[in-house]
């Protein structure tokens, strides 16, 4: 069986590449609408010292929170052109660490025991969904046009996913899709950020995202006019060919993560400034372009580079920001 499985995806492989190169790219009228998504902020910041009413966060001197969404908010607002406007619609400060699936809960003394190195993290670490789903009412509340999304924030060893998508038609999004949660007619995403981390990390978070869903949104597209396939593409997977690449490889990246390297390879990441008049304009690149390592900088470099005009390319809106951020158009239903 698995054997005539390889032979079909072979020869769907190469029947796809083929068709792609052969059919001509199809273009449509699409205005470019402005983007408004709601954010449900949670915040699990327990007290951990009950006569000062001191917080986690304080004790451990890490990031307010209210800091990192100003900036992720910002980021995003630059990198689409201001095309992307969140606003954060509620904020719900918890007074626990979150349950695990297993039920086990930290408490100040076990997390802080960990952080010091004095016990082991709890194994399993993965977070209960469903338990943060039912405490906080998010299927009601979506349902009643409450929010779009929401933003956990938590400690290390808090378990969540970086995106993980809940509702009818749920699908990969760099997580698997939310069991249990079908009878909710909204597709949304639950993104888990950490508040010891910064910024950067968040814009990651919603780098892998974007590459789930702009995986779905291009999953029929064959061949050259898989236009995602070209934007990502780096040159460790595609010598001499690369273009923006993904989250973790930078054009030039050999390994994750690489994006100090300062090895020059020919691009055509800029090229993609100029969407959808794609000239194959190559340039030599390396880390100087995207922040000499600085994660931060890399991805807001990429996420500058993801599509964000008017038309649209066989059926796809060539603004991609209209299916990272809106994971409940219809275009998810085909």
Known sequence: MSDLRNLVDRLCKIGSELLGKAAPMQYGDEPLQPLTPRALVIVYDPVVNRSTGERLTQRMGWSRVGDLVAGYIADIDECSGGLVKYRVVDQVVVDEFPQKADGFRYDADTFLAVMNGTAPAHDPDMVDYFKIVADHHLVERVTSDDFDEVWLFGSPYGGFYESHMAGKGAFWCNSPAMQG????????????????????????????????????????????????????????????????????????????????????????????????????????????????????????????????????????????????IQVSDPIFDR
């Open 181 to 324: 949660t079908e009878h909710c007619p909204k597709r949304f995403v639950i993104m888990g950020f950490s508040y010891q981390r910064g910024v950067g990390e968040m814009l990651e978070d919603l780098g892998h995202r974007a590459e789930s869903v702009l995986d779905k949104v291009f999953e029929r597209a064959w061949g050259e006019a898989n236009l995602w396939k070209r934007f990502s593409r780096y040159d460790k997977i595609a010598p001499g060919q690369a273009e923006v690449g993904m989250m973790h490889f930078a054009p030039n990246s050999l390994e994750d993560y690489d994006w100090g390297n300062q090895t020059n390879v020919p691009s055509k990441c800029d090229d993609w400034l100029g969407f959808p008049n794609l000239k194959g304009a190559v340039r030599q690149v390396n880390c100087a372009d995207w922040g000499n390592g600085d994660i931060r900088e890399h991805h807001k470099w990429w996420f500058k580079r993801v599509p964000k005009v008017a038309g649209r390319i066989n059926g796809i809106s060539n603004n991609w920001w209209k299916y990272i």
